[in-house]
């Protein structure tokens, strides 16, 4: 049984990079107009599943994009790209940072990978840190809950991201050639953004090489970029210059980002080996945010002034480099007993500089070395299986008078097992995970100008395991459970933290005496397909004990609120539904209907609510496609925010409508070209996001109007 995948899946993967490797074998090549766009797409393998399984046959919660479903929901951020997908959100800081939340979960609980291996950047330090992985330039992202998450770490026990890029070639091209390119602009931020990608292959030999250019100016909002401005005034000159800077657009939200990568693999009958290089720059404001300076009283040379504080406010600005270097080598049948070996290393050179004005503020250095083994075990019988190792070597530092986290040395070993049966009407799997993860500070932060205190030594062993089952009640109807245990290691930040944060405009204070964090999961769903019509219902909860999360002291510390790193018990319950309707072609064109939504509460033992939760949400959207023309509506309606966290204020709801339309022209030899317009926030609504730290100085980006053009060859 095929269950049709979310928001019309279409258009042929590219190349064979998403099935099992087939060595010496041209791959399929690029072809934009292979299958109407929201025809429904009859096979999509999850690459994050060691057994390369289709997203139909995971008995834990999993959602895959990919072809005209990827290009649909791209945005600037990997965040923003997913927000639209049912239990997921995004933490934005603004309109051009964004990491993915996964039911109500973000930060260290959610692991972003790519091609299976950390992304590490620093994105999970922070919510203002990017994720250093460019949208445009993958093939698939795929998001796995539940079971599966455990083989990626234990910090991955609310989710994990996985995205699909090309990097290292998988094939040859079959007419020893492919690729691809796209050139947009839009209305509302003046964006310049153009992205290629170019395959060539001869012989065993495969090359690849991307790259992308994109700059945007400060972008639109629908008015005030304060959620709750001070109606106060003290005099008509005060509000006068409120309202002369209130014009509309949200100051310091610019992004300027470029990389590309360089990849060459040989490919054999039997073995494949290859290596990438990637670079990915990005300088862009963080809005809301500006660095006060504040001078004493016995700084001041002028006596006369000595009674006065001179405040100087500059705008808060980053600067992002990272360099990615990756190894790959897999081997079919390489010992006896097994059928498949695969070995990956990334070395990761990471940098993120933040500027208050012109001077460098705090530097933020990441520099990491992952290296993972599988080995598919020969079939036991039904059973199939896969043993793995993983062991990662993280140098972290932040160097400044602002450094909130102090310099950190953490290994990490792993091991792991997974194991899959197909019996009749049933399929189970199982699995586990077992680390040790060392953590080593050469000297804490005492105070927040970064003194020198005493060294410190952790070291925790987090276990996970997990079962997951489907019943295949009929040809059309499936029933799926899982459960799973998982533990998380404390992150640096938690343990050590103590400074001002000016990005995020808070002072953490972390605690050295945090535990493990354990959730037990519980999900259950249902999934059906009647003639055009099918359909998903998922119901999960989550009981952590020693939850860790950031608390509000109700003090300050230079003028920023201080948030105290702390533990204790929560439960998560939440809910997530699609329906979609495929009408028959007829002489009006084929159109589908669909529609989801989403639910999750979490509360901590003190029966205060979980901070920076998602709101319900309803949505509802209808494809159309007729020959040569495609086109989609999507509106979602997310209520009201009121479960609060202490110190945090209530989300008012909004109402999201985007649409597209698109054009494939006619092809030349092999040749494909479409034109396509986007119209996003049609409504200009005044969207925040719960999730966000700075929601109420941010909001997302007003009525915006999208222009581009795609090339496939």
């Known amino acids: 049984m095929k269950i049709s995948l979310r928001y019309g899946v279409a258009a042929a993967l590219l190349g064979n990079a998403l099935s099992s490797p087939s060595f010496g074998q041209p791959s399929a090549g690029n072809d934009a107009t292979a299958e109407h766009q929201h025809e429904t797409l009859e096979e999509v393998l999850v690459t994050a599943n060691p057994l390369n399984r289709e997203a139909t046959d995971l008995s834990q919660s999993a959602t895959v994009l990919s072809g005209a479903a990827l290009e649909q929901q791209l945005g600037n951020s990997i965040g923003e790209t997913l927000a639209r997908t049912p239990g997921m959100a995004n933490a934005s800081f603004g309109e051009n940072v964004g990491r993915p939340v996964i039911r109500g979960l973000q930060g260290q609980r959610v692991g972003l990978l790519n091609n299976s291996l950390a ?14 992985v460019e949208p445009f330039l993958t093939d698939q992202i795929e998001v796995l809950r539940g079971p599966s998450t455990l083989l990626y770490g234990s910090g991955a026990i609310g989710g994990v991201v996985n995205m699909v890029s090309p990097s290292i070639p998988q094939d040859i091209p079959e007419e020893g050639y492919s690729g691809r390119a796209t050139a947009q602009g839009n209305t509302a931020a003046d964006e310049e953004f153009v992205a290629g990608r170019l395959d060539l ?59 590309g990568t360089i990849g060459l693999a040989w490919v054999g009958d039997q073995w494949r080996m290859g290596g990438a290089y990637s670079e990915y720059k990005s300088d862009y404001g963080i809005p809301g945010a500006a660095h006060v300076h504040v001078h004493d009283e016995e700084d001041q ?40 070996l695969k070995v990956q290393f990334v070395d990761t050179r990471y940098k993120h500089t933040e500027f208050e004005g012109s001077e460098v503020g705090t530097v933020f250095k990441s520099d990491s070395d992952n290296t993972r083994l599988e080995m598919t075990h020969n079939e036991w019988g039904p059973w199939q299986g896969v043993f793995g190792l993983q062991y ?19 290994k990490t070993s792993a091991v792991f097992w997974v194991e899959h049966v197909h019996l009749e009407q049933w399929q189970f799997d199982l699995g586990m995970r077992y680390e040790d993860v060392d953590i080593k500070v050469p000297s804490t932060l005492v105070e927040h100008g970064g003194e020198a205190g005493p060294p410190a030594h952790k ?39 103590n400074g001002p944060h000016v990005a995020t405009q808070r002072f953490e204070v972390g605690d050295p005496s945090l535990n493990n964090e354990s959730s037990v999961h519980v999900e259950g769903g249902g999934r059906a397909q009647f003639g055009g019509f099918s359909g998903s219902v998922t119901v999960y909860m989550d009981q952590f004990d020693n939850y860790i999360y950031q608390m509000d002291s109700g003090l300050e510390e230079d003028g920023l609120p201080v948030l105290y790193w702390s533990q204790q018990d929560a439960d998560f319950v939440g809910a997530e539904m699609e329906l979609r309707y495929d009408f028959e072609p007829n002489h009006f064109g084929h159109w589908q209907v669909y529609g989801f939504g989403d639910i999750v509460d979490g509360e901590l033992g003190d029966n205060t609510d979980v901070p920076l939760q998602p709101p319900k949400r309803l949505a509802f959207g209808i494809d159309w496609d007729m020959r040569s023309w495609a086109a989609n509506v999507l509106w979602i309606h997310a209520f009201d925010q009121d479960n609060v966290a202490p110190g945090e204020t209530e989300t008012p709801g909004y109402d999201l409508l985007n649409a597209e339309v698109v054009y494939t022209g006619p092809e030349f030899d092999a040749f494909d070209w479409q034109v396509y317009l986007k119209g996003q926030n049609l409504l200009d609504d005044d969207i925040r996001n719960s999730t966000s730290y700075i929601k109420d100085q941010a909001p997302q980006i007003g009525l915006n109007v999208i222009f581009g053009v795609r090339a496939y060859f």
């Open 201 to 259: 292959g001869a012989s065993s030999f495969a090359l690849h090489l991307d790259g992308f250019h994109r700059r945007t100016d400060d972008y639109d909002i629908p008015g005030n970029a304060e959620l709750y401005p001070d109606d106060e005034h003290d005099d008509e000159e005060d509000h006068e210059e409120d309202t002369e800077h209130d014009d509309g657009t949200l100051e310091n939200s610019f992004l300027k980002n470029e990389g």
């Open 459 to 497: 070291d925790f062993q987090p276990f996970s395991a997990s079962t997951g089952a489907i019943w295949n009640l009929s040809d059309s109807i499936d029933l799926t459970a899982s459960v799973s245990y998982a533990e998380r290691a404390p992150a640096v930040e938690e343990l050590y933290a």
């Open 392 to 410: 990662t070597d993280l140098d972290f530092s932040a160097v400044g008078d602002e450094a909130f986290v102090p310099e950190s040395h953490t």
């Open 301 to 340: 040379e002028d006596e006369d002034h000595e009674e006065e504080e001179h405040d100087e406010e500059a705008p808060v600005t980053i600067r992002l480099r990272s360099e990615r270097t990756e190894a790959e080598l897999v081997g079919r049948d390489p010992l006896p007993g097994f059928e498949m």
């Open 119 to 132: 992304v590490s950047d620093a994105s999970s330090v922070s919510q203002d840190h990017a994720v250093s």
